[in-house]
């Protein structure tokens, strides 16, 4: 009887060490595993995601790596990721430089998508937000230099709206124009066309994911100017005219006459009374 | 008996000749190598009549077939699935409801050819011994990789499975994969016997809960001719599932219900005196 209760307890024992062995070293490798998943969810800069992506952080749990979209795309840009690449294995991608996204109107990657990795609610390509074009490199950027390039712009899928072209004096020649290209985010799908045709050696303009591309203003910022086409009409109160103290019978007139006698000036003393009350404080509550 | 240790199934070919010996052996390569075809057919001839892979495929632009272990992971980390994914998740746990889940390890997936080989050869050079670990370790992998995909909000255990590493990889380009696969080979050449389908891999493990309640079995209608010859215990890959349906353990039934029986059909084609066949679990056995 006493046997068998010490055998029984050492068997327990036996089995509470192996379980929690088992159990640690299962534990690690967890860690292992989900370290290195959430390193890989940061993409690349050079990795673009096919049209209608979520969001790197909600695409790497809806993307199951079936590689459909591959598949489905009609020009072959896109590949998955092997192991050894610094993303998610097996999530798909494309490098504008090499092949960029032809922005098919119908957009089959996303229909081929069996889970939500791929928005099936983007219906019209020029709505898709890949990355962002950004003219990284002024200094080797043809149209920077004078010359008249325009490839990025021409390419353009978003024409004229996603590139536009903006005249500048060329202060090395004093004489001629710089046409800048300028990117607008409101329209650049990221499709990587504009990164492709880029004649130089090394594009000056690139793709980047939106996270890299895109600043963002602080949430109280005011465009003064947006601020007041929205009212209507300026939201500043007019400056009140600066009242002097002079000697009586004097005048100052700034710009103009300057400090001089007036015929039939106020008496003296009689300086007008301090911006009534609201305007003073519509001027205190004033930004920007 | 011969004094010198035969090789197993030496009996059931001289019983019933070579053919009928290996016909599941066969028949299980057949379709392994036929489903792997059906994947490389459309990169490799341009032949699309399978698109993706295991993990989601869709069939001659009308069958869609999905992964429910790969959808659970997703769902875990806050994604469902669309209309197509749902239906080829549906369509999947069906049949392997019907099959016995476990079944997708010896007849579809491509990482048991790799390990099937590792054994083979580990039989062939004598290896013996190695390391220990419990056959339950799979389930605690299984429920880490859950756990880490909760965590991570990310799919976690895609980035390193060796399952859908080397089939994505058959079809859209290796990489390093081949690395990861030779570790595997390696794992159950020299350090443990089944090592990763047997003991470790959460994919076999998932489907093994599911398969649970699985329909077909493999049945044993003739287990009173059963010579203690032991070549069922040497050739299968999860030797604990046959004695209790052998032995009648605590009255067992003559079925083997272990939900890590993957349904290979090994023990049927090396068994001498026909004591294994394929059946449904309740009752009546045919093929």
């Known amino acids: ?288 | 008996m011969s004094p010198a240790p035969l090789r197993p199934g030496t009996e059931a070919i001289a019983a019933k000749g070579w053919l009928a010996a290996h016909k599941w052996l066969m028949l299980r390569r057949l379709s392994q190598f036929g489903i792997l075809l059906l994947f490389l057919a459309g990169p490799w001839f341009g032949l699309w009549i399978v698109k993706g892979n295991l993990n989601y495929s869709y069939t001659l632009n009308f069958l869609p077939l999905a992964d429910p272990y790969l959808l659970l992971q997703s769902l875990v980390a806050g994604q469902t699935p669309e209309q197509l994914g749902l239906i080829g998740v549906s369509i999947v746990v069906l049949f392997y409801l019907l099959v016995g889940g476990r079944s997708y390890c010896s007849w579809v997936c491509p990482v048991n050819l790799v390990t099937d080989t590792a054994n083979w050869l580990r039989a062939r050079m004598g290896l013996k011994g190695g390391a220990h670990l419990t056959r339950a370790t799979r389930y605690w992998l299984l429920a880490m990789t859950l756990i880490a995909a909760a965590l991570t909000g990310t799919i976690a255990w895609e980035m390193v499975n060796p399952v859908s590493m080397l089939h994505r990889g058959l079809i859209f380009g290796m990489g390093m994969a081949w690395a990861v696969i030779l570790a595997v080979f390696l794992f159950d050449l020299f350090v443990m016997r089944h090592g990763w389908c047997g003991h470790l891999c959460p994919v076999g493990a998932f489907y093994s809960l599911l398969g649970k309640l699985a329909l077909l079995r493999v049945r044993l209608p003739r287990r009173d001719a059963c010579n203690d010859c032991m070549d069922c215990f040497a050739v299968c890959p999860e030797q604990q599932v046959i004695r209790p349906a052998l032995k009648a353990v605590d009255g067992a039934p003559p079925v083997i219900l272990a939900a890590n029986c993957t349904n290979c059909g090994r023990c049927i084609d090396v068994c001498s005196k026909d004591v294994f066949a394929f059946g449904s679990r309740f009752g009546g056995s045919g093929q």
């Open chain 1, 1 to 288: 009887m006493d046997n068998a209760n010490t055998h029984k307890g050492s068997a327990r024992r036996q089995f509470l060490a192996d379980t929690a062995r088992l159990a640690c070293s299962v534990g690690l490798l967890g860690l292992g595993v989900g370290l290195y998943a959430r390193h890989a969810t940061a993409l690349p800069p050079a990795a673009i995601r096919p049209p209608g992506a979520l969001a790197e952080s909600e695409f790497s749990a809806a993307c199951i790596r079936c590689g459909l979209c591959v598949r489905d795309c009609p020009y072959d840009i896109l590949m998955l990721a092997k192991p050894e690449e610094p993303m998610a294995t097996g999530t798909p991608y494309f490098v504008a430089r090499q092949a960029p996204c032809e922005m098919c109107e119908d957009i089959p990657c996303v229909k081929a998508c069996p889970t939500g990795a791929l928005d099936h609610g983007l219906t019209d390509i020029t709505k898709a937000r890949m990355g962002l074009a950004v003219l990284v490199d002024q200094e080797t950027c043809l149209n920077f230099l004078g010359l008249r390039c325009d490839i990025c712009y021409r390419v353009c899928p978003v024409l004229d709206k996603a590139i536009t072209l903006e005249p500048q004096t060329n202060t090395r020649t004093g004489r001629h124009t710089l046409f800048i290209p300028v990117v607008h985010s409101e329209h650049c799908t990221g499709c990587g066309k504009c990164e492709k045709a880029c004649p130089t050696e090394i594009a000056a303009i690139k793709v980047f994911p939106l996270y890299m591309a895109k600043g963002r203003l602080s949430a109280h910022y005011r465009l003064g100017w947006v601020e007041k086409e929205k009212a209507g009409g300026s939201l500043v109160a007019p400056d009140v005219e600066h009242q002097y103290t002079l000697p009586e019978g004097m005048r100052y007139e700034l710009g103009g006459k300057g400090l001089h006698a007036a015929p039939n000036s106020e008496p003296a003393g009689s300086i007008p009374a301090v911006p009534s009350a609201p305007t003073f404080k519509a001027l205190q509550g004033d930004k920007l």
